[in-house]
Structures are given as C-alpha cells and as structure tokens.
C-alpha cells in the first residue's frame, strides 16, 4: 500500500509564531490533500493540492511531487490554529481512497 | 446546504448488539467514504462507494457492512459489535470527474462497545 509519514509530531507554538508541517509520501500518491482537525473533532478540508502552491490567507501549501514532500505553512499562528493537521493522499490510479498520515498535534499557546 | 450530515452523534452498544450509521451529503456527489478512527491516529478506510449502487472494502472492512440507498444516504452497519470497533466514525463524501477531487467530511459518530 501507499505510505503516507508527517513531521513533526507534537508541536507548541506561541501566538504570532509561524510554522512548516512535512508530509512525504510514497511513489505513488496522489489526489494529497490537508486537513485540520479541531478540538471538537471536525474534520475540514485546507487544501487540494497534488503539485504546485496554494495559498489560503495565513495558511499556504506546497507539494512537489517528483520529490515526494508536500509543506503546510501557517504563518502568524493563532490559538485557534490548534488541532490536528493532517495530510492524506490516495494512490494513482485508485479513485480517491484517501490513505491518511498519523498527523501533526498542533497547539498554540498565548 | 447543510453538506455531510451524520447521526447519531453519539452511541454506547453493548457486545453483540447492531446498530446502523447513518449519513447523507446534500452535494450532489458521485462518492462516499466511510473512515473510521482511533486514538492517536489517521483515519483509516472502511467502505467506499464510488457511485450510486456500487460498493467496495477499503483497508479496515471486517465486521462492517455498507448500503448505498441512493444518491445521498450510504449507511454503515455494525452487525455484532465488538470492543475492537469502539472508535470515531466519519462519512465523507466528494464529486469524481472534476479537477479537484476535495473530500468533505461529516461531524463524526463517536462510538463506545461495552
């Protein structure tokens, strides 16, 4: 099956911080997109992006697909930024089954 | 457009029992998705269905079975419930054809077999 693997982990920020979550994927990924989790557990989607940058005011993302990587930036953090983020993508040729990462706990503090 | 709604938002069930999720999207959509989720992980994929009257197993489908009634509503039916299948359920659904085949999810059912 696909691979999908996100750095960091665990990460704390003080407001107005900015950060750059990782996400790298196998070979044969495609259809990646971002999502963040809140602390209510609602799932929304960020971005669609399976190669090339987007931009969606603080938040912008960038996958380069011959390299395998895609980056999530969220730039001035606020506390409600917090959650998790999480990439998925799903494997050519596959329809859209999303396989997703293990996800990046985000939380911003003031 | 209220998109992916699910119910119930929340269930205990005792070993052996059943119960179906429901869940509808008011998008139109071609595709539904059923994920589940465990603590400290992604979501990981139940059943899928790529258009009305079809289904097919995702990676997790043991002990689960699916309908796609119509357009709008695809359930997911726990027959005998087990521990193992306490976890969150989200349905997701997106439209296949286009450009970006973003996925939109419901609010989740949160689940606990006693």
């Known amino acids: 099956g696909i691979q999908v693997e996100q750095s960091p982990p665990d990460l704390i920020l003080q407001e107005g911080a900015n950060s750059t979550l990782r996400c790298n994927f196998s070979d044969s990924v495609n259809n990646l997109q971002w999502f963040h989790q809140n602390p209510w557990g609602q799932l929304i989607n960020l971005f669609y992006?399976?190669?090339g940058t987007k931009q969606n005011g603080r938040l912008s993302a960038t996958t380069v697909a011959t390299e395998r990587y895609s980056l999530l930036y969220i730039s001035s953090s606020q506390t409600t930024d917090s959650g998790v983020y999480f990439c998925?993508?799903?494997?050519?040729?596959?329809?859209?089954?999303?396989?997703f990462g293990t996800g990046t706990q985000l939380k911003v503090e003031l | 457009n209220a998109g992916v709604t699910q119910t119930p938002k929340f269930q205990v069930l005792k070993t052996g029992q059943s119960m179906t999720l429901q869940c509808a999207q008011d998008m139109n959509h071609n595709s539904m998705y059923w994920y589940r989720q465990d603590p400290g992980m992604g979501l990981r994929l139940i059943y899928y269905s790529a258009s009305e009257g079809t289904t097919d197993k995702g990676e997790v489908p043991n002990g689960y079975n699916v309908s796609r009634l119509n357009k709008r509503e695809f359930s997911l039916r726990l027959e005998s419930a087990a521990p193992s299948q306490t976890s969150v359920y989200f349905c997701?659904?997106?439209?296949?054809?286009?450009?970006?085949?973003?996925?939109?999810f419901g609010p989740g059912t949160r689940l606990l077999v006693l």
């Open positions: 998925a993508g799903s494997e050519r040729g596959g329809g859209n089954k999303l396989t």
């Open positions: 992006i399976p190669s």
């Open positions: 997701a659904s997106n439209d296949r054809g286009l450009s970006e085949e973003t996925q939109y």
